[in-house]
């Protein structure tokens, strides 16, 4: 199957309008001749009728013509030509007494010109006005017609002789175009070879400015594409650093007890190795999960991959009842406090979900040990937007870290409990990917730590 050209797609939107410049060439050319052949063989009808009205005043020609004049006046090969001579007092004089006489509602004066229908032919038909030189009272009408078969050849004729110098025309401005065509889309070569000559890894933008006015729209649209490919590697790349850092640590140790079991397979050795794994892989195992959520937040941005209408409130309110048994079981009290319903946003229910329950496993991990209230509240805004908020009474966080928190890896030295230092990280990304804004403090009673998450009005409404 051939390919498309636009070489050829450019050509024929050009050939298209030529072809049909030449069908209405031809239909002008058609009707112009006809109108010079009317001219003339008019200005002939014309200067027949007034040669036969001098013959009929001579004295050669008094009363009635000859019959050699009649032969001379009606020969001709193509068409039928007839005449008439009438008195205005005495009729017909000579010629056919059936041709019509001229219509007028004012005074015989000037030659007129006439179109008749008789028997399915149309005649052409000229009159002149002459006074009867026998009697002064009297007018003379002379009328000579002939069909317009001539005409037709005439015109007919003309078509064919300018037809052919149109249709070079035609072809020498098609090679024309097709020389410019060639020659215009040659402004391409230099962005095909840019990005030709590219290395496989160089995706920065474009240069637009040889480009042409028509181009910038493509050359825009590779730019976008590669500034998303970019982006794109950058966040695998980051994805793959992550990983790596969170994962080197956990797996030396796993090699760690692994060796110092098979160096003392005693049973206390073992039982203690093992678990040292089973804190060891579930540390890991928490990671890869935090990582992949990390990674789905930090997917391309141009929108939301799973948006949707929903209730903010009916979400909270069931992640919140779902993990109070986590929450008694470390014998904290986690509560809800906030409509049941009529929170309406667009969000991602699963992005949302994964946000929440990393504020609440945060707040959970660093509340105050023994006596830990965690409280999730939400609420309406006056802007029409709403605020999700996770407070807890744990020790809270130093003024002058609080700038850092959501940072990837970041973690309060000297906290006491182990984690990937991924959540907050999270949670911002998740945040970001709804337009939503992310803020830390501390409770109104000046312990723990309060985070909010302002959803703007946009959002709000569906």
Aim: glycine share 8%; aromatic share 4%; net charge neutral.
């Amino acid at each position: 199957m051939r390919k498309p050209s636009l070489k050829r797609r450019l050509l024929l939107f050009v050939a298209a309008p030529l072809l049909a410049v030449l069908v209405c060439g031809g239909i002008i050319s058609y009707a112009i001749g006809m109108h010079y052949a009317n001219k003339v063989y008019d200005r002939w009808l014309l200067d027949s009728a007034r040669a036969i009205g001098q013959l009929v005043n001579s004295d050669a020609g008094r009363n009635e013509l000859s019959e050699q004049a009649k032969i001379l006046l009606q020969f001709d090969v193509n068409d039928r030509i007839v005449f008439a001579v009438r008195s205005m007092r005495y009729g017909v004089l000579a010629g056919d007494p059936n041709l019509p006489q001229p219509h007028s509602d004012t005074p015989y004066t000037d030659p007129r010109m006439s179109t008749l229908h008789e028997n399915g032919q149309t005649l052409r038909m000229a009159s002149v006005f002459l006074p009867n030189e026998d009697d002064p009272r009297d007018t003379l009408v002379i009328s000579t017609a002939e069909t317009v078969r001539k005409r037709h050849v005439l015109a007919r004729e003309l078509l064919v002789a300018t037809v052919p110098i149109e249709l070079v025309l035609i072809g020498v401005a098609m090679l024309l175009v097709w020389l410019g065509i060639n020659r215009g889309l040659r402004v391409l070569e230099p962005l095909a070879h840019e990005i030709r000559m590219r290395e496989a890894g160089d995706l920065s933008p474009l240069r637009t400015i040889d480009a042409p006015l028509e181009v910038q729209p493509l050359v825009a649209t590779i730019d976008a594409l590669l500034g998303r490919l970019d982006r794109m590697l950058r966040q695998q790349q980051r994805f793959i650093a992550d990983a790596a850092h969170q994962l080197r640590t956990p797996l030396a140790g796993l090699r760690l007890q692994a060796e110092r079991a098979l160096a003392d397979p005693t049973p206390e050795t073992i039982r203690e190795a093992l678990t040292h794994v089973e804190r060891l892989s579930a540390g890991t195992a928490r990671a890869a999960g935090q990582l992949l959520a990390l990674a789905r937040a930090q997917a391309p941005d141009e929108a939301l991959g799973a948006a949707a209408p929903l209730d903010l409130a009916e979400l909270v309110r069931d992640e919140v009842a779902a993990r109070v048994p986590e929450a008694m079981a470390r014998g904290a009290d986690l509560g809800y406090s906030g409509p049941h319903h009529g929170v309406r946003i667009i969000g991602d229910a699963v992005l949302l979900r994964e946000m929440l329950g990393n504020l609440i496993d945060n707040a959970l991990r660093y509340g105050n040990r023994g006596n830990t209230v965690v409280t999730v509240a939400l609420q309406p805004d006056s802007g029409n937007g709403c605020v999700l908020s996770v407070l807890d009474n744990g020790p809270g966080v130093a003024p002058e870290l609080i700038p850092r928190l959501g940072e990837r890896f970041f973690r309060i030295v000297g906290s006491g409990h182990e984690g990937s230092g991924l959540g907050l990280a999270i949670v911002r990304e998740i945040a970001e990917r709804h337009g939503a804004e992310l803020s830390f403090g501390g409770n109104p009673d000046g312990r723990g730590l309060r985070v909010e998450i302002r959803f703007p009005p946009m959002l709000q409404h569906i």
